[in-house]
């Protein structure tokens, strides 16, 4: 469970796991897509960040987690970009459960 979760509490810090958990997934797949240990880099990447490197991320091309690598690289991803894919997927998942209430009504 992430250090924010659980500061949460009650419903909303499962809710926060879980997307935390979802997350999860983006580097591990890409450590894996550059054939790089999964395991071993998402283990790095969460030990940064829990050291307070918050821009950590994965560098395929050297197979190790950085803490400079967008400066050094000027990788730039909009915050807009990020901020509208957690909202489609989460209205997407929201309209699937109502989806799913409406069958197990009839």
């Known amino acids: 469970m992430s250090c924010r979760a659980l500061s949460l ?11 935390a958990k979802a997350l999860e997934v983006i580097p591990y ?4 897509n550059a054939g ?3 395991i071993e880099i998402v283990t790095a990447l969460r030990n940064k960040h829990n050291q307070g490197l918050k821009f950590a991320a994965v560098d395929v091309k050297k197979g190790t987690v950085c803490d400079n690598i967008v400066e050094e ?13 957690i909202n489609l997927a989460t ?3 929201m309209m699937l459960l109502r989806v799913d209430d409406v069958v197990l009504c009839r």
């Not at 509490?9 to 997307?19: R, T």
């Not at 797949?29 to 894996?32: I, N, R, V, W």
């Not at 690289?73 to 894919?85: D, F, M, R, Y």
């Open 91 to 93: 209205e997407m998942v």
């Open 9 to 19: 509490g009650g419903v909303n810090s499962l809710c926060v796991s879980e997307y």
């Open 36 to 38: 790089l240990r999964p």
């Open 29 to 32: 797949t890409l450590a894996e």
């Open 73 to 85: 690289l000027n990788i730039v991803q909009p915050a807009l970009v990020s901020q509208s894919l």
